[in-house]
């Protein structure tokens, strides 16, 4: 490949990276409906030949560096050029999210707010009509991500790999087997002591039998309780709390949206559009302990781009590999469980009840990702019966009855189940790291603050196998993971 090659990619890819990044924030973000991915594409067809792929992927180097920064534009290029294959039905599932809106007596509730809408309802009339508005726009919904996932096979084959999956592992540095069989194997470990628990909570808290629960049931009881007690979240305090305490002070400027707007995705979502100069952080809020997480998740993705230099080149600059992100994501969303934090910034004394409830909370969410991931691997390997086989995999994980309607929108972005696992497995090694090496409340000392920022400041230039083999972290050992479980629920 030549350095001309190269140069090319970083120059259009930084345009296209832009320009599809500020679409997407629009969108998400409520403030435009229709999106023009297709016509934005259109801008970069010499970027998107599959050659231009090719050729990257036929680049060898012994730099460290060098070859993470090749297998982060590989992921780029062949994401982007699977998502020109497909923009026109980009275009209208984003539509179709962002405009949907459906009617409850004299509440009108968006499409994108009705997961969130479930949360805060009890009664079962309610939420069954909730859901079967719901169900109406996601039946549309699906046809279109039936296609796109049709056409994400094919495409592949294009490119030189078997199927989609066969791509996303090789280019993405996963072993979903691997992964498949922990998520497997942490169903089966934590299979009576979650049962045992939201049977209990169940009981005492709505007065319903695990046998008669449903997945919304679910989410409400998790949401409710003595978590309905949090003070309401203010984006702008709380950062600015957690960046004093770790005296982080990162050179890109941390930009807040909180604006509600109908079409606006809820919870939190972080876009580096601009790493180095300033980040944009989009909150939908929707008044529960969900809100702190999803906040806390991505402030976590804000900080590792944070500290990128303005002058870096494409790759090491935009670009940084999935569980790399997922990981530093997890390890301050999960701020929520520490005793300590809780008590300062929540000002919640952790009773017993208290501190099982929310690791119960943890463990269900945690079994769910398990679900989807081992779905998506069965999906992309041809398996029939798509939407019952969610089901079935999804009720062997919550106890409880699920729906098949969510059986495509809940895997969006596909494959992001793999790199969300991962993470979430390297996440409580990294904490132990952090606890071992500082504090117990490591959040709290400037030397762990330092720490987070070195690793930060590398950027696209490292990986979660870089970091692993430089500090002893990272692999998909479950032992510190069921750690964390036995410690709190016995």
Same mark, same amino acid.
């Given at each position: 490949?030549?350095?001309?090659?190269?140069?090319?990619?970083?120059?259009?890819?930084?345009?296209? +990276?832009?320009?599809?990044?500020?679409?997407?924030?629009?969108?998400?973000?409520?403030?435009?409906?229709?999106?023009?991915?297709?016509?934005?594409?259109?801008?970069?067809?010499?970027?998107?030949?599959?050659?231009?792929?090719?050729?990257? =992927?036929?680049?060898?180097?012994?730099?460290?560096?060098?070859?993470?920064?090749?297998?982060?534009?590989?992921?780029?290029?062949?994401?982007?050029?699977?998502?020109?294959?497909?923009?026109?039905?980009?275009?209208?599932?984003?539509?179709?999210?962002?405009?949907?809106?459906?009617?409850?007596?004299?509440?009108?509730?968006?499409?994108?707010?009705?997961?969130?809408?479930?949360?805060? %309802?009890?009664?079962?009339?309610?939420?069954?009509?909730?859901?079967?508005?719901?169900?109406?726009?996601?039946?549309?919904?699906?046809? *279109?991500?039936?296609?796109?996932?049709?056409?994400?096979?094919?495409?592949?084959?294009?490119?030189?790999?078997?199927? +989609?999956?066969?791509?996303?592992?090789?280019?993405?540095?996963?072993?979903?087997?691997?992964?498949?069989?922990?998520?497997?194997?942490?169903? =089966?470990?934590?299979?009576?002591?979650? =049962?045992?628990?939201?049977?209990?909570?169940?009981?005492?808290?709505?007065?319903?039998? *695990?046998?008669?629960?449903?997945?919304?049931?679910?989410?409400?009881?998790?949401?409710?309780?003595?978590?309905?007690?949090?003070? %309401?979240?203010?984006?702008?305090?709380?950062?600015?709390?957690?960046?004093?305490?770790?005296?982080?002070?990162?050179?890109?400027?941390?930009?807040?949206?909180?604006?509600?707007?109908?079409?606006?995705?809820? $919870?939190?979502?972080?876009?580096?559009?601009?790493?180095?100069?300033?980040?944009?952080?989009?909150? &939908?809020?929707?008044?529960?302990?969900?809100?702190?997480?999803?906040?806390? $998740?991505?402030?976590?993705?804000?900080?590792?781009?944070?500290?990128?230099? =303005?002058?870096?080149?494409?790759?090491?600059?935009?670009?940084?590999?999935?569980?790399?992100?997922?990981?530093?994501?997890?390890?301050?969303?999960?701020?929520?469980?520490?005793?300590?934090?809780?008590?300062?910034?929540?000002?919640?004394?952790?009773?017993?009840?208290?501190?099982?409830?929310?690791?119960?909370?943890?463990?269900?969410?945690?079994?769910?990702?398990?679900?989807?991931?081992? +779905?998506?691997?069965?999906? +992309?390997?041809?398996?029939?019966?798509?939407?019952?086989?969610? %089901?079935?995999?999804?009720?062997?994980?919550?106890?409880?009855?699920?729906?098949?309607?969510?059986?495509?929108?809940?895997?969006?972005?596909?494959?992001?189940?793999?790199?969300?696992?991962?993470?979430?497995?390297?996440?409580?090694?990294?904490?132990?790291?952090?606890?071992?090496?500082?504090?117990?409340?490591?959040?709290?000392?400037?030397?762990?603050?330092?720490?987070?920022?070195?690793?930060?400041?590398?950027? $696209?230039?490292?990986?979660?196998? &870089?970091?692993?083999?430089?500090?002893?972290?990272?692999?998909?050992?479950?032992?510190?993971?069921?750690?964390?479980?036995?410690?709190?629920?016995?």
């Amino acid at each position: 490949m030549s350095r001309e090659t190269i140069r090319h990619i970083r120059a259009e890819g930084e345009k296209a +990276y832009e320009a599809l990044s500020k679409e997407l924030y629009l969108n998400y973000a409520g403030l435009k409906n229709k999106t023009d991915i297709t016509g934005i594409l259109k801008s970069f067809q010499d970027l998107l030949e599959p050659e231009v792929f090719s050729s990257l =992927r036929e680049a060898k180097t012994d730099v460290e560096e060098e070859k993470n920064g090749i297998q982060l534009m590989l992921s780029f290029l062949s994401e982007t050029i699977l998502l020109s294959k497909t923009s026109q039905i980009r275009d209208s599932i984003l539509y179709l999210e962002a405009s949907s809106i459906f009617s409850l007596g004299k509440t009108k509730i968006p499409f994108r707010s009705s997961r969130a809408a479930l949360l805060k %309802k009890s009664k079962k009339q309610e939420t069954q009509e909730i859901q079967e508005r719901r169900e109406a726009i996601l039946s549309k919904l699906n046809q *279109l991500y039936l296609r796109q996932y049709a056409y994400k096979q094919k495409d592949s084959h294009d490119l030189g790999f078997s199927s +989609y999956l066969h791509m996303y592992e090789a280019i993405e540095g996963l072993n979903t087997s691997k992964l498949v069989e922990k998520a497997k194997e942490f169903i =089966r470990d934590t299979e009576y002591i979650s =049962r045992d628990l939201l049977k209990w909570f169940f009981l005492k808290r709505m007065d319903i039998k *695990l046998k008669n629960a449903n997945l919304n049931n679910m989410f409400y009881l998790l949401n409710s309780f003595e978590l309905g007690a949090f003070p %309401k979240m203010n984006p702008h305090s709380l950062a600015k709390a957690l960046l004093s305490e770790t005296a982080l002070n990162p050179q890109a400027k941390i930009m807040f949206d909180s604006e509600k707007r109908k079409g606006h995705v809820s $919870g939190t979502m972080c876009y580096a559009s601009n790493p180095g100069v300033e980040i944009l952080i989009s909150t &939908n809020t929707q008044g529960s302990i969900w809100d702190y997480e999803s906040f806390l $998740g991505s402030f976590g993705e804000s900080l590792s781009y944070g500290y990128t230099e =303005r002058d870096e080149n494409f790759e090491y600059k935009y670009l940084r590999e999935k569980s790399f992100l997922g990981l530093f994501s997890e390890l301050f969303k999960n701020l929520i469980f520490e005793p300590g934090w809780i008590k300062k910034h929540l000002r919640q004394d952790e009773t017993n009840d208290f501190l099982k409830f929310l690791y119960l909370r943890r463990l269900m969410l945690e079994r769910i990702l398990s679900a989807k991931l081992i +779905y998506e691997a069965a999906l +992309y390997q041809g398996q029939e019966n798509k939407a019952e086989m969610y %089901k079935e995999i999804m009720e062997i994980a919550i106890h409880c009855k699920a729906s098949k309607h969510d059986y495509l929108f809940d895997i969006e972005p596909h494959l992001s189940s793999a790199d969300s696992f991962k993470a979430t497995i390297i996440e409580p090694q990294l904490r132990t790291y952090l606890i071992d090496n500082f504090d117990e409340q490591w959040w709290r000392e400037k030397e762990a603050g330092e720490f987070l920022v070195n690793i930060w400041r590398t950027g $696209g230039r490292t990986s979660v196998n &870089n970091i692993s083999e430089k500090y002893g972290f990272g692999d998909t050992d479950m032992s510190d993971l069921s750690k964390i479980y036995e410690e709190v629920l016995g």
